[in-house]
């Protein structure tokens, strides 16, 4: 079975990956809409799991609705929620048997509902997947310590590989970066940097 | 991470054990109150797949509370989810870095609600995990017919190792076959005989 995953290279979405890989044919797809060269770190990370990856091109408008409504929030979940469930819609088009994230059962954003699963497969005849929303915190620490080498720092020194970073980039040009701060107060993030 | 697995001998818990297989000392744990041989059934349906096993007495008392709501209620799932949640709490005490079952993303019984989750963590010091939980039935059916061989034929006829077996057994001594039937009306079952 196809499996697109998305994949910003962080720790969840690589983990989901290794859960999924003795199952699945797969491939760590991440989205871009051009801003940054994130996909290019995000690719450096799946080959450090030797997985297939591709890039998803977005439409610029997906992320320009998504800032405008993180910065009209204050906070970025909304727009966060928006920019995955587009990237769902996007992957589900393309030509795998199963499409799926890494998200986390404690996960406030973004979370895919079941009945966005639903509609999801039943638009796209496809299947929704999320090898990782049957793990808590704890075990998913447990496990990425156990099986992925991580470095953490603050976000501006760490080459991230997702969506997060290319809309923090759109919003500094629009908005300037005390913006970007304002709605990303969180500044530690962490990369993968091996395999266990 | 040690993980003890709620498993059946069905296909979606040999399932769930095949996905967690790789990233956990696995152990399968069959609940039994005594009352059949069902526990037999599912370690040789363990031995198949080739995962250590384990069967896990409980108190008769719970399936006799469990057999008297399904009877009052005429349908079994308020008596299953309450077995599977005491299944769990005694797994919980074992020891185990992590518990869990092989519930899906569908499912209407047994299931576990994040706030149950959260609370057996949180008492016990111990991790929950649903590696099925991310999967629909589609995906589900999918993964099994890639990954074993599965017979499906009458309830009756097949030798299942879970405790709903002992429920139904339970039921038919206190009640008589009719109220088994008018409980579980659906008289398919699948059973496990072999790795693809």
Redesign the interface.
Known sequence: ?DLGLCFSGGKDSTLAG??AD??FDLTLVTVSFGVTDAHIHARRIADIVSIPHQTLELDRSIAEEAIERMVADGYPREGIQYVHEQALEALATESF??V?DGTR??DRAPTIS?PF??SL?DRHDI??????????R??VD??VS??LEIETAPSESLAKGDYEHELRALIDRRHGQDTVENIFPDHTQSVVRGLR
Chains 1, 2 share one sequence.
Do not use: N, S, T
């Open positions: 079975m290794l859960l003795p199952f048997d199963a799926g059962r404690d079941r699963a639903q497969e299947e929704y997947v999320a090898p990782l929303v049957g793990y808590g704890g075990a447990r496990l156990e099986h």
